[in-house]
């Protein structure tokens, strides 16, 4: 049996779809996209906040610190401002002129 090139779909008004084009579809559709890295995070235990270590900045205005591991912004606006940092920030953190770790 031979094909028809899809003429008879053509001719009832049908229309076609080839290969291909189901192929680019499904290759270019939202479901074919993978997500943005920021929305890809690790399994967390339910209930259980992360732990986190704290730093105070003791500078003369405000600062503003990128976490090396996670690139998460840590902003002091004033000194004397005590916030939680990632753990995995926190090495890089203790290396920055005018932090120092607490504990609280």
């Known amino acids: 049996m031979s094909c028809c090139g899809g003429q008879r779909a053509r001719a009832s008004g049908v229309a076609t779809t080839t290969r291909a084009q189901v192929t680019q ?23 259980a906040s992360p732990p986190r270590v704290y730093f105070r ?26 916030i939680a940092v990632d753990p995995r920030d926190g090495a890089g953190l203790a290396q920055v ?8």
């Open 57 to 82: 900045y003791v500078g003369a205005t405000a600062l503003t610190v990128f976490g090396p591991v996670t690139q998460t912004r840590y902003r002091f606006t004033s000194p004397g401002v005590t």
């Open 25 to 47: 579809r499904v290759a270019v559709g939202p479901a074919a996209a993978s997500p943005p890295a920021a929305a890809v995070r690790p399994p967390t235990t339910f209930g």
């Open 97 to 104: 002129p005018h932090l120092q770790q607490v504990r609280r």
